[in-house]
């Protein structure tokens, strides 16, 4: 009954996102360091967005979302706001004159920052390519990990300890009928196979209990615990500075 609560909200979520914002989205987006591609927006709720992504779904607080993003949902600086509502100073007596009204803004889509001209190269690499420990890697090369998030930990080692997540891998059960691919990554439709791994120096911003799929290698195990380094979505910058 639970599995089913959830599916029926992440759908809602979804429908939500289309319904308010008519389906604009963003292709990249970078919060603390995290970068999120192919973005579409959520509800906003108590300071915070939902945020659709390529893999999965994250809820970020808009205070750390850049800031023309945190404006145009509505976010403003406590300064601002303050400002915002003091009270106004006596307005002088002025002549008449007529005042245009305002335009409201429509919610733009982030400036595509690929130049035309490498678009279909730099689609290819994304397609074939991450980067990880500063380098780019084949996605071949990789392990693509789906599980449910379970916990925030530290794991120490021999030489220093990890800040990471623990993760519970989780299995695709048999659909009753096609999904379609941007709601593969319902929780109602994985289950969990009760081996946890760590995923080291990895803290995307997502709920407990939600589910994420990465690509990463891994490595050492700590204490009888399996645990990977997650890749990075090749951005154009990244994509520049690499090759």
Same mark, same amino acid.
């Given at each position: 009954?639970?599995?089913?609560?959830?599916?029926?909200?992440?759908?809602?979520?979804? $429908?939500?996102?289309?319904?308010?914002?008519?389906?604009?989205?963003?292709?990249?987006?970078?919060?603390?360091?995290?970068?999120?591609?192919?973005?579409?927006?959520?509800?906003?709720?108590?300071?915070?967005?939902?945020?659709?992504?390529?893999?999965?779904?994250?809820?970020?607080?808009?205070?750390?979302?850049?800031?023309?993003? %945190?404006?145009?949902?509505?976010?403003?600086?406590?300064?601002?706001?303050?400002?915002?509502? %003091? +009270?106004?100073?006596?307005?002088?007596?002025?002549? %008449?004159?007529?005042?245009?009204?305002?335009?409201?803004?429509?919610?733009?889509?982030?400036?595509? +920052?690929?130049?035309?001209?490498?678009?279909?190269?730099?689609?290819?690499?994304?397609?074939?390519?991450?980067?990880?420990?500063?380098?780019?890697?084949?996605?071949?090369? $990789?392990?693509?990990?789906?599980?449910?998030?379970?916990?925030?930990?530290?794991?120490?080692?021999?030489?220093?300890?990890?800040?990471?997540?623990?993760?519970? $891998?989780?299995?695709?059960?048999?659909?009753?009928?096609?999904?379609?691919?941007?709601?593969?990554?319902?929780?109602?439709?994985?289950?969990?196979?009760?081996?946890?791994?760590?995923?080291?120096?990895?803290? +995307?911003?997502?709920? +407990?209990?939600?589910?994420?799929?990465?690509?990463?290698?891994?490595?050492?195990?700590?204490?009888?615990?399996?645990?990977?380094?997650?890749?990075?979505?090749?951005?154009?910058?990244?994509?520049?500075? $690499?090759?």
């Amino acid at each position: 009954m639970l599995k089913r609560w959830v599916t029926i909200l992440l759908v809602t979520l979804a $429908l939500s996102a289309r319904v308010c914002l008519g389906g604009e989205g963003v292709s990249v987006v970078v919060v603390d360091g995290v970068t999120y591609n192919d973005v579409r927006w959520g509800p906003v709720n108590q300071g915070k967005v939902v945020m659709f992504h390529n893999h999965g779904v994250a809820v970020v607080p808009l205070a750390k979302l850049p800031e023309e993003y %945190a404006r145009q949902l509505g976010y403003r600086p406590p300064a601002a706001a303050a400002e915002a509502s %003091a +009270p106004a100073p006596a307005a002088e007596s002025l002549p %008449a004159m007529e005042l245009s009204r305002p335009q409201t803004p429509a919610f733009a889509s982030n400036p595509d +920052p690929v130049p035309p001209q490498e678009r279909a190269a730099f689609d290819a690499a994304c397609a074939a390519q991450m980067v990880l420990n500063g380098a780019l890697v084949d996605k071949s090369a $990789l392990m693509m990990l789906t599980g449910f998030y379970r916990a925030k930990a530290q794991v120490t080692g021999e030489t220093r300890a990890s800040e990471g997540l623990m993760v519970e $891998l989780a299995n695709r059960k048999q659909p009753a009928r096609p999904v379609p691919e941007n709601l593969e990554l319902r929780p109602g439709l994985w289950d969990g196979t009760g081996q946890e791994v760590f995923l080291r120096d990895y803290s +995307p911003h997502i709920e +407990p209990g939600m589910l994420l799929r990465v690509y990463a290698k891994e490595g050492d195990p700590i204490k009888g615990c399996r645990t990977f380094y997650v890749a990075q979505d090749l951005t154009y910058d990244l994509w520049k500075k $690499l090759r």
